[in-house]
């Protein structure tokens, strides 16, 4: 199946620092999402990208959809203690299809 | 609540037996995907199920199985339980899967 490497794996981050991770992928996706989970929990969706280049935020995150369709990128503005979670990148090739999803960024933010 | 619903949120079982978790999509949501999560593990796809029919089959193992009815829940069989098996299961479902995956909560399941 495809590959989709998230880096980077862990992060430490003080509250308040932002907060920067991406996403690549071997093959062109028409379709970025980005989801958290947190711990015990199921992942829920962020932030969904449909176009080459579109930039999307939520609140303080915004994610990118890369130019060259094989990678996404997700910012996180002035953390803060509930951002503490596992961030998973997602992609397809075409609607309809599976998305495939990412290792995954587990973020820790001290306080 | 995200609409997807999956029983039992705990389950713990013994080596050799066979448990069954249940998944109800979100209304409206033809596809169910089940994932298997690990202990600080990614989101590993088992397999997809569109209204009743299989439609994508990931590292599923031949002592799992799964279907789905056609109320379009859905049910994860796994035998012959080991050790390793213990694990978060995920159930997700879509619609035509433009807007992402809608998760349950997920069912953990401890194998001693």
């Known amino acids: 199946g495809q590959q989709l490497n998230q880096s980077p794996q862990s992060m430490f981050i003080q509250e308040g620092e932002d907060v920067s991770m991406n996403c690549t992928s071997s093959?062109?996706?028409?379709?970025w999402l980005w989801y958290k989970q947190d711990p015990g929990e199921g992942p829920v969706l962020l932030i969904a990208l449909y176009k080459a280049g579109e930039l999307t935020s939520n609140g303080r995150l915004t994610a990118q959809f890369g130019i060259t369709r094989k990678d996404s990128f997700l910012n996180i503005s002035a953390s803060i203690p509930s951002d503490v979670g596992i961030y998973f990148c997602?992609?397809?090739?075409?609607?309809?299809?599976?998305?495939?999803f990412g290792t995954g960024t587990s973020l820790t933010v001290i306080p | 609540d995200s609409g997807v619903t999956q029983t039992p949120k705990h389950l713990i079982t013994a080596t050799g037996q066979r448990v069954t978790l249940r998944c109800s999509p979100r209304?409206?949501?033809?596809?169910v995907y089940w994932y298997q999560q690990s202990l600080d593990q990614g989101l590993q796809f088992l397999i997809q199920?569109?209204?009743?029919?299989?439609?994508a089959k990931g590292n599923i193992l031949e002592r799992f199985s799964a279907q789905q009815f056609p109320d379009l829940h859905s049910e994860l069989n796994l035998s012959s339980l080991e050790l390793g098996d213990s694990a978060l299961y995920f159930c997700?479902?879509?619609?035509?899967?433009?807007?992402?995956?809608?998760f349950g909560s997920g069912t953990r399941l401890t194998v001693v």
């Open positions: 199920y569109y209204n009743g029919e299989e439609r």
């Open positions: 209304s409206g949501d033809l596809s």
């Open positions: 997700a479902s879509s619609d035509r899967g433009d807007y992402g995956y809608t």
């Open positions: 093959s062109i996706f028409n379709t």
């Open positions: 997602a992609g397809t090739t075409n609607t309809g299809n599976q998305f495939y």
